[in-house]
C-alpha cells in the first residue's frame, strides 16, 4: 500500500486511474471504526493499486479528494477509482473484505 501525502501524490494516482482501477482509502488516525477499516482493507488481497491518506497528517489531499470526486468527506471512506471518477466507495462498517471484492467483481 501506498501513502499519499501531498496533491501532486493525489493527481498521480487519479491519472492512473484512467489505466486501471485503483483504491484510494482516506482514514483517520485517532477513529477505532478507521482502524478497523484499514485493517480489512489492507488485508485485501488484490492486483489493483491500494493507497490510502491519513486526513488529519494530509487535511489539503483528502480536500482535494473531496473537490475532485465531488463525493462529501467521510473518514473512513474507500473509493474504487476508474477514468479519474469514482466508481464505487464505502465508508465505516461498509469497509470490508467482502464489499471491497463484490466491488471489484462489479466493477472491474
Not at 40 to 50: C, G, I, M, N, R
Not at 57 to 68: A, F, K, L, P, T
Not at 93 to 101: A, D, F, H, P, T
Request: with cysteine; glycine share 2%.
Amino acid at each position: 500500500m501506498k501513502e499519499i501525502r501531498v496533491v501532486n501524490e493525489w493527481r498521480d494516482v487519479l491519472e492512473q486511474s484512467r489505466e486501471q482501477p485503483v483504491f484510494v482509502l482516506k482514514h483517520s488516525a485517532t477513529c477505532p471504526i478507521s482502524a478497523s477499516a484499514y485493517r480489512e482493507f489492507k488485508a485485501f488481497e488484490t492486483d489493483l493499486e491500494k493507497n490510502y491518506l491519513i486526513v488529519q497528517d494530509s487535511r489539503s489531499v483528502s480536500n482535494e479528494i473531496e473537490d475532485d470526486l465531488g463525493i462529501q468527506h467521510q473518514s473512513p471512506q474507500l473509493f474504487l477509482l476508474k477514468d479519474g471518477k469514482a466508481i464505487w466507495q464505502a465508508t465505516h462498517y461498509e469497509i470490508n473484505k467482502g464489499k471491497i471484492k463484490n466491488a471489484v467483481e462489479d466493477f472491474c
